[in-house]
């Protein structure tokens, strides 16, 4: 009888004790894992233990933790219920000293939870497991220690359009409160109809310590591998403040490089035999709920089709004040070796800028041709839906090297034309309408075929042969030269002349009208030999990756 007696109190003391170390337990986990996610930067939540059950047999620790938003606490840095629960398995190490594994991997059930004010939903929950069998928490006099691997199969921003498949979270906090964050997603998915980027692979690595500021790494992929972005930077949760850049390794598009499709569907519809190198260079900062971002863009021989206009040998290094949306300051300077907007315009350098009404504007526009310089008034146009008039200012043409550019067998001339070229770009074509080259001096102009076009010639005493002999050495006062023509297509030009030949009816005067003509793109391949590109871009191309030029600043705030 004693004996059973004294049998009862033992146990009794035993399960009063471990009553008393799970309460003292349960309010310590409360306590800690609280502190922990406030120390993160999530002000506000809570974190409760719904139940901790002891059982003489397994599976052990009945666990579930929810973690709760206070709504007493502004900010929306994240908000919403998460609740843990699943069974763990308890062992005695020693005085003070235990150790929490789980049987299988606990599982995570999510409720309107929102990060940043974005929704998520994980339709497929989630769990919480140990790494490699060992504990998932070790708690002992000198701190709680924590290892566990959280596993998502998917994620959803529904009002972003965005699906990350495959998460893993490796988190690993050391007995003095370091904390060490492993992330990879398989896959980050556009789910527009037309993407704006193909599925991106992420991996990243934070560390953290108390009253320390976050730091953290990693690098974005994708395109097949074509497309890498590094980035680093780091978050101070106590003043919510934080920073990151970001660097990405040459994109090089067309030929044997990626090819557009593979990266951007969207720009994909809207540019077309897109070739080149692009460099990228991004810095963000925030505090708080702002955000700020810059950037740089290096751009080495960029060729492609938007719509009617061509660019070809496209060079510069130009800056952006904002990401996204993206903001590119007026004042970037670009040149090209060929825009081709219905009149091929070449050697070309273009001050500009991008806003955040999608458009962009030329603040001037100059180039070569024919020997003379060609400028545009300035002029907006919205790159998804061009649509406008261009007008251009041509000066010092000369004649001669435009007749070389249309191609007539046995025609010269001399003399120096100015005008105005109208470009109307509309429904997806660019059309050269009513152009005007006109001199202001007289001049020659002789044509000599060595075997004359079927329409010029004729017996002796035709009006054809008549024609032909006032050609042979004609001198003008004046002559007018009119151009029109489609991007791609032919350039149709009016040649008008008044004047006399010396030897042609003792000088009588003569006005004749002749009709030319020329494949444009013949013209535009003649017209890339004398490229270059100007010394004040090609200074800040090869200026992209020095020291002094590699910090960007703060640049417009995001909405």
């Known amino acids: 009888m004693r004996g059973r007696w004294a049998t009862t109190v033992t146990l009794a003391i035993l399960v009063a004790l471990a009553v008393t170390a799970f309460s003292l337990l349960r309010a310590r986990l409360d306590e800690r894992t609280t502190a922990a996610l406030r120390e993160a930067g999530i002000e506000g939540t809570v974190a409760t233990i719904d139940a901790l059950e002891l059982t003489l047999s397994p599976p052990g620790l009945i666990l579930a933790v929810t973690l709760v938003k206070d709504p007493a606490v502004g900010g929306d840095a994240m908000g919403g219920l998460i609740n843990l629960s699943g069974a763990l398995a308890v062992d005695w190490l020693g005085w003070g000293d235990l150790a929490l594994t789980p049987v299988g991997c606990l599982t995570l059930r999510v409720e309107d939870v929102t990060v940043a004010g974005t929704p998520l939903l994980a339709p497929e929950g989630a769990r919480l497991c140990a790494v490699d069998g060992g504990p998932l928490l070790r708690w002992s006099p000198q701190g709680a220690a924590l290892t566990g691997a959280l596993l998502v199969p998917r994620i959803d921003a529904p009002t972003r359009q965005l699906r990350a498949d495959t998460v893993s979270v490796g ?9 060490t964050l492993d992330l990879s997603v398989g896959a980050i998915r556009d789910g527009r109809a037309l993407p704006v980027v193909t599925p991106l692979s992420l991996v990243a690595r934070a560390d953290h310590s108390a009253g320390e500021a976050w730091r953290f790494s990693g690098a974005v992929t994708g395109g097949h591998g074509a497309l890498t972005v590094d980035f680093s930077g780091s978050h101070d949760p106590a003043a919510g403040t934080g920073q990151a850049e970001l660097r990405g390794k040459p994109l090089r598009l067309g030929g044997k490089g990626a090819k557009l499709n593979d990266l951007s569907p969207l720009l994909a519809s809207l540019l077309t035999k897109v070739s080149g190198a692009l460099t990228a260079r991004a810095a963000l900062s925030w505090k708080g709920d702002a955000l700020r971002s810059s950037g740089k863009l290096l751009i080495e021989s960029l ?9 070809v040998g496209l060079n510069g290094a130009v800056a952006l004040s904002s990401l996204w949306p993206p ?3 007026d004042g970037q300077s670009v040149a090209m070796a060929l825009l081709d907007v219905g009149v091929p315009l070449t050697d070309g350098v273009i001050r500009f800028g991008y806003g955040r009404d999608r458009r962009v504007d030329v603040d001037e526009a100059v180039w070569r041709w024919s020997g003379g310089t060609v400028r545009a008034d300035p002029f907006e146009l919205s790159p998804t839906a061009p649509k406008g008039l261009i007008t251009l200012r041509a000066q010092g043409v000369d004649v001669a090297k435009l007749l070389e550019m249309i191609q007539v067998e046995g025609m010269a001339a001399t003399g120096v034309l100015s005008g105005v070229l109208p470009v109307r770009i509309q429904d997806g074509r660019a059309r050269l309408v ?19 076009p079927a329409g010029l010639s004729g017996p002796e005493g035709s009006p054809t042969a008549l024609l032909m002999g006032a050609l ?10 009119s151009l029109d023509g489609e991007a791609g297509g032919e350039l149709r030009a009016g040649l008008a002349v008044r004047g006399t030949n010396p030897t042609f009816y003792d000088g009588y005067p003569v006005a004749l009208n ?10 535009l391949r003649q017209s890339l030999d004398a490229y270059h590109i100007p010394d004040a871009v090609r200074e800040r191309m090869t200026g992209f990756d020095h020291p002094g030029a590699d910090h960007l600043g703060v640049g417009h705030k995001e909405p």
């Open 171 to 179: 988190l690993t906090q050391a007995s003095n409160s370091a904390v």
């Open 303 to 311: 060729g492609g089709v938007v719509g009617p206009v061509t660019v």
């Open 327 to 329: 903001v590119i300051p």
């Open 434 to 452: 009513g152009g005007v080259f006109e001199t202001s001096a007289p001049g020659t102009l002789r044509y000599a075929p060595a075997s004359p």
């Open 472 to 481: 042979s050495d004609f001198r003008y006062e004046s002559l007018r030269l």
């Open 514 to 523: 002749l009709t030319l003509s020329g494949a444009l793109d013949r013209i």
